[in-house]
């Protein structure tokens, strides 16, 4: 039997071709797309353009009268608030990077081990939360604590979390985790990684690690 892969989400199309050095125009503009999970919206802005992945419910016309453009607008609290509602919740706008996968999948060539015991981890479980199939990842020795979730994320990409102990942080250990974590997904595979642009550190961990920024991109969900 000729298995038929999934259609790839129109925003991870856009996502791919960005990483490949191909952005939307930058004409101030936005378009939309559907959303790719249910009970999760998002707003991805690239450099003069935002892409809205809302539910069919929400109208052109609102988002236009709510003041979305692609210089801003799609990020303005008023914007926000009047699509989540009263009863719905704003994600922090992070900052959207690309990297890509440099090894062969799991083995004994990795520094990770699956590590479920790693599952009731808060990071891991803000990535269950919005995300799906998270994958945790940790290293060998049971008393470590650092943990990288690879889960299908933003558009249904491979989306990369991970946290480091407090007491292990500095000296470029939490860009060694990154690594390791791209080292156990086929060579060349794109990951995405969102970061909020106040947690340098992770920033600095994930630009060491390769990763390239994209853009921005601000998760939502309506009561």
């Known amino acids: ?36 999970r249910d009970g999760v919206e998002g707003i991805v802005c690239f450099t ?15 988002i236009a009268e709510l003041g979305a453009d692609g210089f801003g607008g799609a990020a303005h609290p008023r914007l926000l608030s009047g699509l989540a509602g009263p009863d719905g919740w704003i994600g922090s706008q992070d900052a959207l990077l690309a990297g890509h996968g440099t090894g062969t ?18 990071r891991a479980q803000y990535a269950a939360s919005i995300r799906d199939t998270p994958r945790t990842y940790g290293y060998p020795d049971p008393a470590r604590s650092a943990v990288a979730i ?62 390239t920024p994209l853009g921005s991109v601000q998760l939502l969900g309506r009561g």
């Not at 039997?1 to 939307?24: K, S, T």
């Not at 799991?106 to 599952?119: I, K, Y």
């Open 48 to 62: 003069g353009h935002a892409v809205f992945a809302l539910g069919s419910d929400i109208s052109h016309e609102r």
């Open 105 to 122: 999948g799991p083995g004994p060539e990795t520094a990770l081990v699956p590590r479920t015991d790693l599952s009731s981890h808060p």
């Open 1 to 36: 039997m000729i298995r038929v892969p999934p259609p790839v989400h129109p925003l991870a199309e856009i996502i791919q071709d960005a990483d490949a050095g191909r952005f939307p125009a930058a004409d101030g503009g936005w378009s939309r797309v559907p959303t790719w």
């Open 150 to 211: 690879l889960s299908t994320g933003l558009a249904g990409l491979t989306e990369l979390s991970f946290e480091l102990e407090p007491d292990r942080r500095g000296g470029g250990q939490a860009t060694g985790l990154i690594r390791a974590a791209l080292a156990t997904l086929p060579a060349g595979e794109l990951v995405v990684a969102a970061a909020t642009p106040g947690n340098a550190a992770s920033l600095r961990a994930l630009l060491a690690a390769g990763f």
